[in-house]
């Protein structure tokens, strides 16, 4: 069988190994120094100074291990020789104390037990050997021992010697058996926290956990990402998203999220669930989100097509049934005209076709509308169109000559359209900004163009009364109007427009701070 150390790669257990056989040699030295002392007229110093001799050599030889430890611990057969001496010495120990009656046997079965724990079962086994050799030798030739209790000595120590060996190698075998098992879940606990770790951070959801005050305690890199801060662990979940109650345990709900002032809020699907964490002795929240404010103007604009779609077939077919008759109207006023002298009359008529004419325009001007658009396959540079758009707007009589232009351009903002088709929509779109500042102290339009991976963003924001939630529903529906004299086909056709050019459309309004319109093309290749 071979000689194995079974603290060689565990230092810190090996030094309390060596700390504990120390502490023993130490303890009868300070109970032998203070016995002395107190009983200073009963010493017997033939006996004592072997006995303290015996315990320097001791102390000695430890204090020699405990410096040469790291060197020690990589050699087992060094480290079980130590045991040997111990065992020894506290042979000598007892043959100065007294065979018969001596206190310090305790101190071979100690011996013995912390050698099944440094050295497993052989190394136990083996000891009990020696120091059943050396305690044996002691009491052969003590002075006191008689021959009838010198067998019966040997047999009853050399019994416990070795039951105590079995008993701490098994427990060796075990506690190496239980530490190796620890060592593995303990590996496996540490390799499961860092794939979950590697998992959370790389995960496209941003993901929070914060306390019941909102102090954020963790936060993934997608978190920083998703609300465009450097450090979310710096802020508080609830100053985030001040529109959640703290008392709800368990969310699950879209909110608005503001990034920051020049920029638009976006919608994130929010989920957020309570838990206890036994590390913090108190309950967390963990939050999950993610960006969903493309998803939900897909989803708008989505709604909103099928809507014009239906309603613009209906009014299409209607509009043809109603241009017919609108012929005949036109041509028998027409002949009237001709066989009617009196003044007033001429007067009716001319108005009757005067408003027949607008009633024709406004019926080509929806069958336009109605009408499928053709794939843009043109070049067109943005940034040239919306400044020609922009400059035509300092020049128009029709609205107010004091509005603040503010302009952004990124370079290569090429796209595929019609350039005609999508100057009516930008110019449509920029007439309205101006009709909504009006009434507005301090009027101000910015026009963004920006240039996103393979889109085009353009960003149109005013400083004028805005909307309301129901207003912004029905914007762009056919015939629908908030102006006194407006036919409600402007902003619908502006719609048709840009649907045909693949354009991605949200708007985002308040009443009494303005109104955004964010229009995503896609780039020409």
């Known amino acids: 069988m071979r000689l194995s150390f079974a603290l060689q790669n565990n230092k810190e257990q090996g030094l309390w190994v060596e700390f504990g056989r120390l502490s023993l040699f130490v303890l009868i030295l300070l109970i032998s120094v203070i016995s002395s002392i107190v009983q200073e007229g009963f010493v017997n110093w033939s006996i004592l100074g072997p006995f303290y001799s015996i315990l320097t050599v001791a102390l000695g030889l430890h204090i020699i291990w405990f410096s040469f430890w790291d060197r020690l611990l990589q050699r087992p057969l060094l480290l079980f020789l130590g045991f040997v001496c111990d065992s020894l010495l506290i042979s000598l120990l007892i043959y100065h104390s007294g065979i018969s009656q001596s206190l310090f046997m305790f101190l071979h079965l100690v011996n013995i037990l912390l050698a099944g724990i440094a050295c497993r079962g052989v190394g136990a086994v083996t000891l009990a050997l020696f120091t059943s050799i050396f305690f044996s030798g002691a009491a052969l030739f003590s002075p006191e021992m008689k021959a009838l209790n010198f067998f019966f ?6 019994i416990a010697f070795f039951s105590v060996a079995g008993l701490s190698g098994y427990l060796s075998e075990q506690l190496q058996s239980v530490g190796s098992e620890l060592t593995k879940t303990g590996q496996s606990l540490r390799s499961a926290q860092e794939l979950n770790e590697v998992l959370i951070e790389n995960i496209p959801t941003g993901m929070v956990s914060f306390t019941e005050n909102g102090d954020i305690v963790k936060a993934n890199s997608s978190a920083a990402q998703i609300l465009g801060l450097a450090d979310v662990a710096t802020t508080n979940f609830y100053q985030l998203f001040p529109e959640l109650d703290k008392a709800q345990a368990q969310i699950k709900k879209d909110v608005k999220y503001a990034a920051g002032l020049d920029l638009p809020p976006k919608i994130l699907g929010l989920t957020v669930s309570r838990i ?9 929240s963990i939050a999950l989100f993610d960006d969903l404010t493309k998803i939900r103007q897909l989803e708008y604009n989505a709604r909103q097509n099928e809507k014009l779609a239906a309603v613009g077939g209906l009014a299409a077919g209607i509009a043809h049934e109603i241009r017919n008759p609108l012929a005949g109207i036109s041509g028998s006023i027409e002949m009237l005209t001709q066989t009617v002298t009196n003044d007033d009359d001429r007067k009716l008529m001319k108005i009757v076709l005067r408003e027949i004419d607008r009633l024709n325009n406004l019926i080509t001007e929806f ?11 043109d070049p067109v540079d943005l940034s040239f169109l919306l400044t020609e758009v922009l400059d035509s707007m300092r020049t128009n009589n029709q609205v107010r000559a004091d509005v603040e ?12 359209g019609r350039r005609d088709k999508l100057k009516q929509a930008f110019l449509n779109i920029i007439i309205n900004s101006y009709q909504a500042m009006n009434e507005s102290s301090q009027p101000k339009i910015s026009v963004r163009a920006l240039a996103k991976g393979n889109e085009v963003e353009v960003r149109i924001r005013d400083a004028g009364c805005g909307m309301s939630e129901a207003t912004k529903k029905k914007m762009f529906e056919p015939f629908h109007t908030t102006k006194p004299k407006g036919t409600g086909l402007g902003l619908a056709v502006t719609h048709k427009i840009l649907e045909g ?7 985002e309004s308040e009443v009494g701070v303005g109104t955004e319109f964010i229009l995503t093309f896609p780039k020409a290749n």
Request: cysteine-free.
């Open 276 to 284: 206890y964490s036994p590390e913090l002795q108190a309950h967390l």
């Open 367 to 377: 069958l336009d509308y109605a009408r499928p658009e053709t794939p843009p396959t």
């Open 153 to 158: 000595l040997l047999a009853l120590n050399n």
């Open 405 to 416: 232009q503010i302009r952004e351009y990124d370079g290569g903002l090429t796209i595929l």
């Open 501 to 507: 050019h693949g354009a991605q459309v949200f708007v």
